[in-house]
């Protein structure tokens, strides 16, 4: 179970934890199953319960996380519990100001991270997962090596391109987005470049680069870059 494993992970490593908070969307979704705007208080002593200010209704129809109580705001979630001196949170995603709002209600005297523990219980893979991932590798191969050479024609565009490539990833079952474990960062299709667009710098830490729609938008696509012979 993931949460026994991460338990562990934490007394592994924070022999000392008392609390932990996760507010991030994915690990809502990693340790719950549903997606909502609220948060996963995890003390070391009790059961652990997910917040839900919105949506409340949404997550006890996706989820079968034990404890799910909807809050208005934090204020709601701090009368159930008893403050310890120190809470583990995702260090590398929260903003100062959002956990400053917290802080209002969890006057915490220490403040540290959970990253580490989180990454570490993520890691570890289940058939399940490891399943589902080599279905995603399959499927992935058919539309880069089968769909793409179809989609391709001179002169059209890299936005024109993304466009239909997305299309067609949606249809064989891709869920419409990548993101990634990095503040403020994801994609909708991918890096996508013809030629010596692709190696255009971007501020996106990865491999490639590419122009984007515009100086606003540095994402998707070029409208004015078209494919031609040689690229």
Known sequence: MRMNRFRKEMDRTQPEWELVAI???INLYYFTGTMQEGMLLIPRDDDATMWVRRSFDRAMDESSFPRIR?????????????LPETCHVEAEIIPIAFLQRFQKYFPFKNIKSADKQINK????KSAYELSLMELAGARHSYVLEQCVPRILK???S???LVTELY???VREGHHGVARFAMFDTEMVVGQIGFGESSIYPAYFN???GNRGISTAVPLIGSR???LKKGD
């Open 23 to 25: 507010f991030s969307k």
């Open 70 to 82: 909807p809050m208005e705001s934090y204020r709601d979630a701090a009368e159930f519990f008893k």
């Open 121 to 124: 219980t993520r890691s570890v």
């Open 154 to 156: 001179k002169g059209m």
């Open 158 to 160: 890299e936005d024109e």
């Open 167 to 169: 299309s067609v990833m």
């Open 206 to 208: 990865g491999p490639g």
């Open 224 to 226: 004015e870059r078209k």
